[in-house]
């Protein structure tokens, strides 16, 4: 994994190595091995590196040993042997065993039209001498992050924000609507940033920058296709592609370990990476001491799995930690479990330098609860008299009600959720409907950017098998019934698992990686670090309005514990503020 920076414009002459150098070193801790920039023109492209494959000549930036391209990147090309083959049948000659070379020679032979080509995770550009553009593009389903901002005609693009300001050439200024979805979901959605004049290139999206001006397009999407499969018949196809996905995963040049939280996506994902493993991999836990914890759970995995098992309780400063997380995070985290995650990224980093993980699975499976409330909605009841399951489920994830928003907002904004409403409009069963939303909004607004910043903060490759490409479509569009049903979720998945663990542990309640947020409310240096920010002033009162926010602690503190998440979504906005915004 990697860090990676891009330049183009007008600008960039007038950037100094010095600058350049300072770009890189924000990005240390995605790179920590090696890094190196090359300018060309108006053009600069830079590479902070983690060694993962081809460890003595994958240095970045990469030229092409015939061409006049070169390219960073960040992240990995699964499969990418194949691909390597394929090209070298129609002539290319390679001199590494990169995947970034296969990328390259992939651009020279299929030009902008090489993202369909590539299953993985990535955010890369491309210096194309021969027409002086740039091309960019992202995974598809934005698993690594790409920020760019147009400074006076000149394109800044990088890993992550705090590079592109440390130029000192752009100042970050507050979306209003940035804000209003923050405190709407808990997170900031993946067509916006925290800030307006920084943007984000879109999961499956690809551009051309030219004279410092880009312009962007999809190249993919998750597209509804009738499968004629029968239940059996979905199964071994899905324990196929799966296995295939793990193996993909598991190759590297360095030792691989999974993320072992004890529940069914991760041990499964465990199960097949010991099969393609000659000794027992490492996995890692945490869990909690003032809460419900699955510690217990992912031991029982692991010993009848047979792994390298390390486990944490969590007994750390959680204030301190907290802090920690907020600062190297370029945009507010709502979400409290990535405090575990971060914790259990720690504890991977210091064994291995890759773990997998069984992300996704929640979504392409559809194992949350609203799938189990809404699926049995009969249609004819879905009128004015009774409540549309997609409608009803979108209340269900706001955490600030619109008109807890118009009073808690200092400036009322009317903001453009064009990108919403298009994720959804071709859609018409409303559990489509969740499900679209779901893994076009949460999983690489909410989920996909926990996972990164948690794991990069400690120069930690995670990687994602159930997020798949051929997986994904496949999961995507078999019929509901096998992945929902009134009283189970994840049905088909959870059905694979049981054909080699125990009744017991596989059908067992879904815990989550959800964390015991009012006691830690109630922890004495909480208590104090919530005080500190919320009573005394703060950048954050610039937007929002104080008497309103000091209500929700006052209720939570005199015992409505239903303000719990409003509050804690308060106090890390807060401490961003303190953190991001001096």
Request: positive net charge; glycine residues 6%; proline residues 4%.
């Amino acid at each position: 994994m990697c860090g990676i920076i891009a330049i183009q414009g007008k600008k960039t002459p007038e950037l100094k190595d010095e600058t350049i150098a300072k770009m890189l070193s924000c990005l240390s801790r995605r790179g920590p091995d090696d890094q190196g920039f090359n300018r060309h023109s108006e053009t600069v492209i830079g590479q902070t590196r983690l060694s993962i494959v081809d460890l003595v000549r994958g240095h970045q930036p990469m030229p092409d040993n015939t061409l006049p391209i070169s390219i960073v990147f960040n992240g990995e090309i699964y499969g990418y042997q194949e691909l390597r083959s394929d090209l070298e049948k129609k002539g290319h000659r390679f001199t590494t065993n990169s995947d970034t070379e296969t990328i390259l020679k992939a651009y020279a032979e299929y030009g902008k039209e090489c993202v369909k080509y590539l299953d993985g995770m990535f955010a890369f550009a491309i210096y194309d001498e021969r027409t002086k553009e740039l091309f960019i593009a992202r995974d598809r389903f934005g698993k690594k992050p790409f920020y760019y901002a147009d400074v006076d005609g000149t394109f800044i693009a990088a890993s992550e924000m705090k590079s592109i300001f440390s130029t000192s050439l752009i100042k970050g200024k507050i979306d209003p609507c940035a804000l209003d979805d923050y405190l709407r979901l808990m997170y900031i959605p993946p067509y916006r940033t925290i800030y307006s004049n920084i943007h984000t290139l879109l999961p499956a999206h690809a551009g051309i920058v030219k004279d410092g001006k880009v312009s962007t397009w999809r190249y993919w999407d998750l597209e509804k296709k009738k499968i004629d499969v029968t239940y059996e018949e979905a199964k071994e196809t899905i324990k196929r592609l799966f296995d295939e996905a793990v193996r993909k995963r598991m190759i590297a040049d360095v030792e691989i370990g999974t993320l072992l939280s004890g529940r069914f996506d991760s041990t499964l994902v465990t199960l097949y990476s010991q099969n393609h493993s000659k000794k027992p991999i490492k996995t890692f836990s945490v869990g909690y001491e003032d809460g419900k914890s699955e510690l217990p759970f992912a031991l029982e995995a692991a010993q009848k799995i047979g792994t390298d098992h390390h486990s944490l309780a969590v007994t750390a400063n959680l204030a301190h930690e907290l802090e920690e997380i907020i600062e190297y995070a370029d945009e507010p985290i709502g979400d409290n479990s990535a405090f575990p995650q971060h914790l259990i990224s720690k504890l991977a980093s210091s064994k291995v330098k890759v773990a997998l993980t069984g992300d996704g699975a929640d979504e392409l499976f559809m194992g949350y609860g609203s799938y189990q409330k809404h699926w049995h909605t009969p249609r004819w009841k879905i009128s004015r008299w009774f409540s549309d399951p997609w409608r009803t489920q979108q209340r269900e994830i706001t955490i600030f009600s619109k008109q807890e928003r118009k009073i808690l907002l200092k400036d009322s904004v009317l903001c453009d959720r064009e990108f919403e409403k298009t994720a959804v409009s071709d859609l018409k069963d409303p559990i489509h409907k969740i499900n679209a939303f779901d893994l076009k909004m949460y999983l690489p607004g909410q989920l996909l950017t926990k996972i990164d910043r948690t794991s990069m903060m400690h120069s930690l490759e995670a990687r994602s098998p159930f997020l798949d490409t051929k997986l994904a479509e496949y999961v995507y569009n078999l019929p509901t019934k096998f992945k929902v049903t009134r009283t189970k979720s994840k049905v088909i998945l959870k059905d694979i698992l049981a054909e080699t663990f125990p009744e017991s542990f596989v059908y067992r309640r879904k815990q989550g990686f959800g964390a015991p947020v009012e006691s830690w409310l109630l922890d004495p240096r909480m208590r104090a670090m919530t005080n500190d920010l919320l009573d005394n002033d703060s950048n954050m009162y610039d937007y929002i309005d104080k008497r309103e926010v000091l209500i929700v602690k006052e209720k939570f503190y005199a015992g409505d514990k239903k303000n719990a998440h409003k509050l804690w979504i308060l106090l890390t906005l807060a401490l961003w503020f303190r953190t991001h915004q001096r």
